[in-house]
T-cell receptor
Framework: GAVVSQHPSWVICKSGTSVKIECRSL??????MFWYRQFPKQSLMLMAT?????????EQGVEKDKFLINHASLTLSTLTVTSAHPEDSSFYIC????????????FGPGTRLTVL | LAKTTQPISMDSYEGQEVNITCSHN???????ITWYQQFPSQGPRFIIQ???TKVTNEVASLFIPADRKSSTLSLPRVSLSDTAVYYC???????????FGKGTRLHILP
């Protein structure tokens, strides 16, 4: 099946620093990728929809200036958490869909962000 | 976007068949129903997808009644490794954003 990777798998940073998370579709092209955040024992919460070559669409309540999304190619989307604070500590997951007629979205393994 | 409702948690024993039902009363004509499995600290993993009637693959079956307002994921002969959270989702196509419900936390006991 199609594979989506994320890098890094985990990161620890100091408060006030910025962290970049990469999401790659390894064996397919994805015009659309999605970014989610998941807190412990909770469901995935959609943060934004990342479209290749255009600005991301953010969900209500998600600060676009804090969570910068770039989808520069059909296989790569990046999420940058700017000026991270402890409350940004969470599990960040991306997903991507194959450009075609299939309805399945493939999820990455997630990135655990801990802000000290 | 169609909202889904599932039981918050379920317990079962190894070797049993487990059925998890999901309600999606306002499902649209073009929506597909997809089930995902998630283990702790991992991304969700696709289990099965269907539009109507019954779909079966090597790991599960999906039953969808004619009105499509609900669906049932059936896991045959579960094992301890099936302990996970299961999400029922509805979306029209691959580029549709998916809104996750709370999912069902399935706990398999020995």
């Amino acid at each position: 099946g199609a594979v989506v990777s994320q890098h890094p798998s985990w990161v620890i940073c100091k408060s006030g620093t910025s962290v970049k998370i990469e999401c790659r579709s390894l064996d397919f092209q994805a015009t659309t990728m999605f970014w989610y955040r998941q807190f412990p024992k909770q469901s995935l919460m959609l943060m934004a929809t990342s479209n290749e070559g255009s600005k991301a669409t953010y969900e209500q309540g998600v600060e676009k200036d804090k969570f910068l999304i770039n989808h520069a190619s059909l296989t790569l989307s990046t999420l940058t958490v700017t000026s991270a604070h402890p409350e940004d500590s969470s599990f960040y997951i991306c997903s991507a869909a194959i450009a075609g007629d299939y309805n399945e979205q493939f999820f990455g393994p997630g990135t655990r962000l801990t802000v000290l | 976007l169609a909202k889904t409702t599932q039981p918050i948690s379920m317990d079962s024993y190894e070797g049993q068949e487990v059925n998890i039902t999901c309600s999606h009363n306002n499902i649209a004509t073009n929506d597909y129903i997809t089930w995902y499995q998630q283990f702790p600290s991992q991304g969700p993993r696709f289990i099965i997808q269907g539009y109507k009637t019954k779909v079966t693959n090597e790991v599960a079956s999906l039953f969808i009644p004619a009105d499509r307002k609900s669906s049932t994921l059936s896991l045959p002969r579960v094992s301890l490794s099936d302990t996970a959270v299961y999400y029922c989702l509805v979306a029209a196509n691959r580029d549709d954003k998916i809104i996750f419900g709370k999912g069902t936390r399935l706990h398999i006991l020995p």
